[in-house]
């Protein structure tokens, strides 16, 4: 590859969004489409990202009093109709199971869905009914409250167009579903559950977000209140990046969750749910990787560096791989972020340049490479995923100086990120602006679009036609800096908040 | 309760061994029966059991060169019909996914199925099938191999009896699957997998097992060789723990997984697979539980110990709990079996004996007691839940012995199970006496068996009908002490090696 001339990643982004989205991931060997229509193959280097999502979020969960428990992957279809907004926001996209056992087909070839079952089973688009159903069991007084309980499990929503890692038919996500004898108990687990996605985002993903409330219109089904994290793409879309429900009584009074109070009362309880998805993957890749391919943020890499050893013969092999290995060793004795440093070495046998490349597409965070002459004066040279900077520094400087190094490009990334959404986003306060800002401007770059618009809107249901023919979407209303009431940029009217609108995903 | 007089778990095993499960999970609060038929709910207590084994299982898949990674729930109908023996294994208990959609019916009430597949998608029962035509793309040069995926997902096989953990439709597992060049390194691998399994079952689960080869009609279907770990549980059947496949070329003939060699010559790639599941919680209940409850192996607990504070009145509560924090943060910089203790202190407004009960049932392997007067010693109470065992032992005595203790818990539970399953096998070298043996002699305890037989024989078709005939069955050919050939205690012929023959969960 032509370093001066091209990227490694093509199409770039400006040249084809979509496309280099694409690319990147299947470039960093993340993920790739199955056989089976909407479902995705995680691919061992995407997967370790996601335990290493799984592992900071489970520690924030337990940290914060929940409890890990796992519930059936089935749903009665009559649990499913309990909650009448429910079903309606789920029935049009569930896999449903009809059948238990194959049988031949009667001419002999192939085979056909035999036993049909009773009551058809859904496979679980989300768990509020299954697991609803076990706690109204669960709960009966005051003293069994709260139920704080979260689950990591597979779900499936039928989806027509699917993009990998953004919007497949089957995705791994963790759902977080309580249970509280007071409104405000409820109220406040949910706000707490958005804070710990916003930290986790932004500390762990390196990805700013912004916390709001959704409209009425953009709630999840049943909820009396959703609120969520947005991320801005580099493509200026918006990503919701996690969501946390108040579900108000809505369920327990559909599910029957009641419990006596202390004084003999029986009253309906309070209930929450919060989940965030593989589809954070897709909030990393489009966030920091670059026309190189995927850049990874230290706190959350499968590993923080990789050592190439450089030799041109095999007699220079033993020599080269023993430094490499204390280099590694040493390396390994140092903590970032809560977590001993993983190093990799790669001994294949292949050319440097393509060795070279593979790490960087696959965006590891720092590279060292390691040869003779290095070695001569005890240094190595070391370059930087995120800006590209490299140098042969003394073994000892990089020894002394890595947490360092990755707590600089941790924070660089996060920088970098905040710095790009908050150019593209603009107060508008009139219908021309916005839609004038939400008209492509680009003809060669459609899928490039302007960013984030904060106005202050009268009504949802106002400013909804406008929003439909320009398909923009109100991402959510931010909980801060929001509390000045101001203009509609629509109707002229007072309007008490601001919200975000975008294109989204 | 009265302790002399009574257990805490009514019946007990003598009295009705499978009632005695499902009570003793129950009252462990480790897991339940869900409304959807045959699928359980894992509660937080049994939940964590599975993250800890987990853990230490992951590591170890890590250690011996694994990774994990995701693969789709669905397979399509087609491709379970590509090995022949596969699809005979399987088709009789798959769940079918035939629509994607619900609607309403015509006559308004209710929901059904809508938007019909094209082609039916099983919800995965294994997943050699969706796995290998990843591999098959994949595999392309014998650069490609070896692959060694693991996954960690939830599978379904529709069974008609279910039993908490031991056979549930829904189940948690893992389950590897590799790619290799050559037939040697599949079978390397194989027993390499299995070895892991038993270090696992028998150093974290202080439960002994036994390795052996599987009969060839008690194979994997599909598979050229299968060999399992077996466990005797208290009643003294046997439970196949784990097992591990040699695959052969089978799958990669079906699927066409090859590969180029150096020499440019293209040929099937041999494969394994090798799983283990919550079924694993199953066997430790059944080795360890006892009459008043779960016990727990202190290398998988989810707690170590439990502290309870006892007090008269709230003037003496702040000391208490002030002295029992302290006792517990310092026991919280101990490591044993590589993990940091975790401690409960359970200050719940609980009648002290209830309270106490309550972690006896779940099984915390050291109880610890602290009222003023031993304050006033500078001494706690302990118990050990394994042997019941307790004493008054100063402070800094249990400060110094506490890993100590939990090691001898741990050999204990191990020593014990494993002097149970001697005490409780045999030699059998004739048909009169393996009848004897398998013939239950206590009409009032018909579910507790004799044990295990270790007997020669000639040919798996010819003790069949003798095995059906006692509901016998071979569990496997162990791969120790098994090399001197003998004579076959059914037909007198010469047989090359001894099985283990037992009732069987």
Sequence with gaps: MNKKAKTAITPTRQED?????????KNADLAENSPVRGCMVIKPWGYTLWENMQRG??????????????????????FLEKEAEHVEGFAKECAVVT??????????????????????????PTSETIIGAMYAKWVQSYRDLPIK????????RWEMRTRLFLRTAEFLWQEGHTVHATEQEAVDETYQMLDVYAQFAEEQMAVPVIKGEKTAGERFPG???????????????ALQAGTSHFLGQNFAKAQDISFQDQD?????????????????IGALIMTHA???????????APAHAVILPIYR????????LEYCKNLKAELETQVYGGRVLEIEIDDRDLRGGEKKWHHVKRGVPIRIEVGPKDIAKDAVFMARRDTGEHSSIPRAELLSEATNILASIQDNLFQRALKMREENTTEITNEADFRAYFTPKDVKNPEIHAGFARCYFSSEEEVQPLLNELKVTIRNIPLENNDEPGTCFLTGKTAAKKAVFAKAY
Tied chains: 1, 2.
């Excluded at 969004?17 to 991931?25: A, C, D, G, R």
């Excluded at 489970?58 to 009093?65: A, E, I, L, N, V």
């Excluded at 309880?269 to 919060?274: I, K």
């Excluded at 670059?290 to 959350?300: K, N, Q, S």
């Design 17 to 25: 969004y979509p496309e280099w989205y694409q690319q990147v991931i």
């Design 57 to 78: 979020l489970d520690k924030m969960f337990k940290d914060t009093g929940h409890q890990n428990a796992y519930f059936p992957l089935f749903i009665p279809m009559s």
């Design 99 to 124: 059948h238990h056992r194959l049988e031949p087909n009667p001419d002999g070839t192939g085979l056909r869905p035999a036993g049909p079952l009773e009551e058809p089973l859904i496979v679980r």
């Design 149 to 156: 309980i979260n689950q990591w499990a597979n779900v499936v």
């Design 223 to 237: 909820a009396d209140m959703t609120v969520s994290i947005e991320a801005m793409m580099q493509d200026r879309k």
């Design 264 to 280: 003999g009362n029986v009253s309906h309880a309070w209930t929450t749910s919060w989940g965030v998805s593989t589809r954070l």
């Design 290 to 300: 670059d026309d190189d391919g995927m850049v990874i943020p230290p706190r959350i």
């Design 313 to 320: 013969d095999v007699s220079q092999r033993a020599e080269v």
